[in-house]
């Protein structure tokens, strides 16, 4: 991991003074950094990325227990066919493990788990695919056209060439039925995208389907915290300094007249300086930059940059929607009720899913999955929640561990003792996270575009020169819309420099 010790080491230089300063150390923070130090010509760059928490990663990040588990902060997989992954990571330095394509699906007064499969990519799967109960006959040949289009489409055409609607009416186009969207489309996107299929747009919808269609999901040796380390690794090794622990509490530009006479204003070479705050010591710190790149979620740039001359109107802007959910862990001693490496879904009908009587979701064995999640001899289990469910518990942790306990006890009757015994089955953490994604749909600067916003403008407002925009509200509310937009970012800074 990225240490707070280890990147303090560098950044505390008298000159404090950078042709780059990155403001979050997330997953476009780190996108940023590293795509601007690669590009050392015609010189080589002085870049500092600032970061408020204790480790870089954002929302991707993972806890590590005294006596051995890995708690990733919220469920997460890693989608392997992400294109901006695929450039930006070393696959085989993660030590990846496969989830088994498909899901196991948790249907309503059956006590056995169906399974979903995918026969596209598990072809010995297509006589299991087609006599699964998930589904009816015409349900899974209405897939074939849906199957059709994600895979002869590239990812731009999908999103250039299909009308956008909500995910809900997409997958009635295709005449699905509601019993199958229901058992299965609900409780695996809103897993994914953290909201009602109504309120997620049908573009992001043929994207996650073509990733899942053309790779798999995986998770990484050491959990989320890796893949986010691995970042932060590459952005030192290329120079790029990291200070830790370290709000930005405003950011200035400095100005200067054109003309002694001129009432016009041109900004300085130094044009920007960044005023930070230490947690843990009541001081601040100047930093100079020629150049700025705002890596946070849409709320606190816009909290950062309304003091900025000309962007003062986005004081008045509201705030973009954020989806939240949550997730408990247990962890408890081998055997697991599912020992396959496979999401579980609660495909009961939205009457008993995310509700005050049964709020779970999804679940998932990291530890089946990655063994590198558990000791040796134990298991973890990952409950994902969704905020109906939360509210309805009022955020209340022991009344959501007891609501959840008991539907698990119900799905699994040979390990209802045990999971109901809070001796055996041990509540390891518990997360809520308000922000965990931007809204992607029907809200002005929702994070449903493909390629990235152009990153030197808010909101249709101008940035300064020398300042950009990078995180995924500013593409798609995805892993890859991050480093998408980091890499924009990027490339604009270098632009930005090469004529300085």
């Known amino acids: ?126 006589i299991k695919a087609i006599t699964s109960p998930v589904g009816s006959l015409r349900d899974k040949a209405n897939l074939l056209p849906l199957f059709f289009t994600v895979i002869t489409k590239d990812i731009q055409s999908l999103f250039d060439d299909e009308a956008e609607t909500d995910t809900l009416s997409c997958l009635r186009s295709y005449n699905f039925s509601e019993e199958f969207i ?54 030192q090794d290329l120079g790029v300094e990291i200070k830790l622990n370290s709000r930005v509490l405003s950011i200035q530009q400095h100005l200067r007249q054109e003309e002694q006479h001129s009432t016009s204003m041109i900004a300085k070479d130094d044009a920007f300086s960044v005023i930070v ?24 740039a816009r909290n950062l940059l309304q003091d900025i001359p000309g962007l003062e109107s986005l004081k008045s802007l509201p705030k973009l929607s954020q989806r939240s959910v949550g997730c408990i862990y247990y962890a408890f001693q081998s055997p697991a009720p599912l020992e396959e490496p496979i999401l579980l879904l609660n495909g009961e009908g939205h009457e008993r ?59 699994f009757p040979g390990f209802a003792s045990d999971i109901i015994d809070e001796s055996k089955w041990v509540t390891k953490g518990f997360y809520l996270i308000s922000n965990a994604q931007p809204t992607q749909f029907n809200e002005e600067g929702c994070a449903n575009v493909h390629g990235g916003r152009d990153c030197d403008a808010f909101q249709g407002l101008a940035m300064p020169d020398g300042m950009f925009l990078a995180g995924d509200h500013m593409a798609t509310a995805t892993f890859n819309g991050a480093l998408e937009s980091g890499v924009n970012a990027g490339d604009a800074v270098n632009s930005f420099l090469s004529k300085k």
């Open 1 to 126: 991991m990225i240490s707070a010790a280890a990147a303090e080491t560098s950044s505390k230089d008298d000159e404090a003074y950078y042709d780059l300063v990155v403001i979050g150390g997330g997953i476009g923070g780190m996108a940023t950094a590293i795509t601007v130090a690669k590009h050392q010509q015609p010189h080589a760059k002085k870049i500092l990325l600032i970061e408020s928490e204790p480790s870089v990663g954002g929302r991707v990040r993972s806890d590590f227990t005294d006596d051995g588990f890995i708690l990733d902060r919220g469920f997460a997989v890693f989608i392997e066919a992400y294109p901006q992954s695929q450039q930006m990571l070393d696959y085989d330095a993660l030590r990846l493990n496969q989830f088994l394509p498909g899901a196991r699906v948790k249907l309503r007064n059956k006590e056995k788990l169906a399974a979903v499969s995918d026969p596209l990519r598990r072809r010995r799967d297509i």
């Open 182 to 235: 229901s058992s299965f489309f609900a409780p695996f996107l809103e897993g994914i995208y953290l909201t009602p299929l109504s309120k997620q747009s049908s573009k992001m919808f043929y994207f996650v389907m073509k990733m899942f269609t053309v790779g798999s999901a995986a998770l990484p040796m050491g959990g989320m915290q890796s893949v986010s380390d691995q970042l932060g690794q590459k952005a």
């Open 277 to 300: 705050g230490n947690r843990e010591q009541d001081e601040q710190r100047h930093i100079n930059a020629k150049s700025v790149v705002v890596a946070t979620d849409y709320n606190v």
């Open 353 to 411: 899913r995310n509700t005050k009587q049964f709020p779970v979701n999804n679940i998932c064995f990291p530890s089946i999955v990655h063994k590198s999640y558990a000791p040796d001899g134990y298991e973890l289990c990952c409950v994902s929640l969704l905020e109906n469910a939360i509210s309805e518990h009022d955020e209340d942790q022991a009344s959501l561990d007891m609501a959840v306990r008991k539907q698990l006890s119900a799905w």
